[in-house]
């Protein structure tokens, strides 16, 4: 079975942190490009960030980049958003997936096979 699920989202303050967990089971993670996307209400699904499989190269968006840091832990089978400098703004629903397309790109598109059902960030005061 293939699956990915997220945790550690919640309710916090701007200028709070926060770090989200993706969970692989059913393959091997680290092989994989794994990119996180969020949905905000009324909103497009956006790319936010990307881990590479194999050489561990990141992208990030622009509104996120300097706060934002991806990485994985193979052990764990898992990859890591860890959310700093939190703003109003990174509200959204949080999704991570994976893509095929070895994040050539931060665009939805059909290389994005798998998603987990999502977690909840919510930034307000």
């Known amino acids: 079975q293939l699956q990915l699920v997220e945790s550690g989202g919640g309710l916090v303050q701007p200028g709070g942190s926060l770090r989200l967990s993706c969970v692989a089971s059913g393959f091997t993670l680290d092989q994989y490009s794994i990119g996180w996307f969020r949905q905000a209400p009324g909103k497009e699904r956006e790319g936010v960030s990307c881990?590479?499989?194999?050489?561990?190269?990141?992208r990030y968006a622009e509104s996120v980049k300097g706060r934002f840091t991806i990485s994985r832990d193979n052990s764990k089978n898992t990859v890591y958003l860890q959310m700093n400098s939190l703003k109003p703004e990174d509200t959204a629903v949080y999704y991570c997936?994976?893509?095929?397309?070895?994040?050539?790109?931060?665009?939805?598109?059909?290389?994005?096979?798998?998603w987990g059902k999502g977690t909840l960030v919510t930034v307000s005061s």
């Open positions: 997936v994976r893509d095929r397309g070895g994040c050539q790109t931060s665009r939805l598109h059909d290389g994005l096979e798998y």
């Open positions: 881990i590479r499989g194999f050489d561990n190269s990141t």
